[in-house]
């Protein structure tokens, strides 16, 4: 053992100045360097102007994809502040811009409602882009200022100017050695510009892509708010009651907005924002809500005798099948859950959003009695779908099939009890799946075959999906349940790998296997534990040596590495029968080798949106999305 002592002193001890830890630590500000972090740049800077347009001084905002990949967004608010900072003793601008926690949102005069709170979002930006300028327009004179790698690089330059408007126009070209990519993807960019314009009622946002020689446009703006939100949403579906019910309140916790509207669907697509923020999780003001709906309607079912006096009451999952609904709440002093601000905390908004809940659904069932009795009627039919469904659902647990003598299906289990070291592999249709289960290591990776095209669940209620053979199989294979009953903990794999061929039928399996998924298992996709297999769609065999590629390009880069006039043949796989399971296990099963592609769902709004679409009863919304990315398509097979 050394003698010499380690020796640990204040020199040791780093301390990163200005917006050196931004630079350093990037995913704690903005949770990765992949694209989604990209992305967020742009929200950083957008929101501030959403922030001017809730503080009633901003109407317009426009955001340019530049062709260089920089982001320009304008906004008609009041303009950044210019003048000395009292304690800084600095243009206020450059404060803003360089000084982590410096801005107008903690309980100034600046803001009373914001989404912003920690006063990180445009220093970050700053901090993260290789080059920023700034232009402000306020009390008749241009100002302007340059910045590099977070720091400026210009002195805050005065210039007059005729215009008599007022506005922030920020441009930022993000640093390509933090993030992995400086490609800004055009759909991304307007789901999210559309959500905010629904958000705020009367807002005009432009999203504008100079990178094409025919620029992209479109403009959102939403005179009905997110009542134009609720049907936007519900768009390819069909309603149950013509117009979505709308009620609004303002008291001293804030202001509370609802939309809402059942349709003929069995999911639940309940959005909830605080201050313009998509709070995934839920918190304090989702709880109200759901607690008045489920009451609300309760109380009048039983007043209208629509429920027995014997019959139990109607759940919180009854009344909330087939609805759309928006939750918007706004309030002074926002409590989120950590910086990526994902559930609401305050717990005044729980007893608020109730009340007003309360009283405005109960006015409307009240008032509309027609569209009341259909409400209730469709919950009423789904508690009685459920209580059916109840023992199919049993039938799929763990304890009862998978401890007992049979497995589900014709499911290969592995060996190892780890779940955490353990995966299987959904596969389509016997023959591959009997490749498989000869290719693979059976210590780890379990087979389950499934035959044909399961059931599509979006177009099938509970009772339904849970009488299909293969959704149980499934369901039962993966132990976690489904639903309110879902337990991450009881998962038996942490790798559900979806194997399908690579062609037409083969994607639309995929697609029906990730539409269960999404709708009785979202936690499983949330958590990371669903992937798909990338199986080769190509052998070049030149000699006896031979080679695999996954794309077209691939293929194009292993036939230029040939020597001139050497020969080869290519083969084009279309199934995973075609292969041999030696082929199938080094090409799509070796951990070692394989290619796996982790699905997430980065966006839950655009997500339902493609799942209702794609996969639901109405025609039109499949047609319009053929249409539109058709131009996309890079091989057919017919």
Sequence with gaps: MANKKSEYSGKDIQVLEGLEAVRKRPGMYIGSTGPKGLHHLVYEVVDNSVDEALAGYCTNIDVVINPDNSIT????????????????????????????????KFGGNGYKVSGG???????????????????????????????????????????STSSKTTGTKVTFWADPDIFETTVYDYEVLQTRMRETAFLNKNLKITLTDMRELEP????????????????????????????????EAEGQEGSVEVALQWNTSYADNTLAFANNI??????????????????????????????????????????????????????????????????????????????????????????????????????????????????ARDLTRRKGLLEGSSLPGKLADCSLKDASLCE??????????????????????????????????????????LSSQEIQAMITAMGTGIGDEFDLGGARYHKAIIMTDADVDGAHIRCLILTFFYRYMPQAIEAGYIYIAQPPLY?????????????????????????????????????????????????????????????????AIAAEQAVSDLMGDQVEPRKEFIQTHAKDVRFLDI
Excluded at 289 to 294: E, M, P, R, S, V
């Design 216 to 247: 992209r446009k479109d403009e959102f703006r939403y005179a009905g708010g997110i009542v134009d939100f609720v049907k936007y949403l519900s768009q390819g579906k069909e309603t149950v009651h013509s117009k979505p019910i709308y009620f």
């Design 424 to 465: 299987i592999y959904l596969v389509e249709g016997d023959s591959a799946g009997g490749s498989a289960k000869m290719a693979r290591d059976r210590s780890f990776q379990a087979i389950l075959p499934l035959r044909g095209k399961i059931l599509n669940v979006e177009r099938a209620g509970l009772n339904k999906s």
């Design 539 to 603: 052998k070049i065999s030149s000699g006896r040596k031979h080679q695999y590629a996954y794309s077209d390009e691939e293929m194009q880069d292993e036939l230029k590495k040939l020597p001139e006039g050497q020969k080869y043949n290519i083969q084009r796989y279309k199934g995973l029968g075609e292969m041999n399971p030696e082929q199938l296990w080094e090409t799509t099963m070796d951990p070692s080798v394989r290619t796996l592609l982790q699905v997430t769902i980065d966006d």
């Design 73 to 104: 967004v304008t906004d008609n608010g009041r303009g950044i502040p210019v003048d000395k900072h009292p304690k800084l003793k600095k243009p206020t601008l450059e404060v803003v811009m360089t000084v982590l926690h410096a801005g107008g």
């Design 278 to 391: 998509h709070t995934h999780e839920g918190g304090t003001h989702l709880d109200g809500f759901k607690n008045a709906l489920t009451r609300t309607i309760n109380d009048y079912a039983r007043r209208q005798n629509i429920i027995k006096e014997k019959d139990t009451n109607l759940t919180g999952d009854d009344i909330r099948e087939g609805l759309t609904a928006v939750l918007s709440v706004k309030l002074h002093d926002p409590q989120f859950e950590g910086q990526t601000k994902t559930k609401l905390g305050n717990t005044e908004m729980r007893g608020f959003v109730q009340s007003i809940v309360t009283q405005g659904l109960a006015e409307f069932l009240e008032e509309n009695p027609r569209q009341a009795r259909i409400i209730v009627t469709k919950a009423t039919q789904a508690a009685k779908a459920r209580a059916a469904a109840r023992k």
């Design 117 to 159: 709170l920690h006063g990180v979002g445009v220093s970050v930006v700053n901090a993260l882009s290789y080059k920023v300028e700034v232009e402000v327009k306020r009390d008749g004179k241009l100002y302007f200022q340059r910045y590099e790698y977070g720091k400026p690089t210009t002195k805050l330059e005065e210039k």
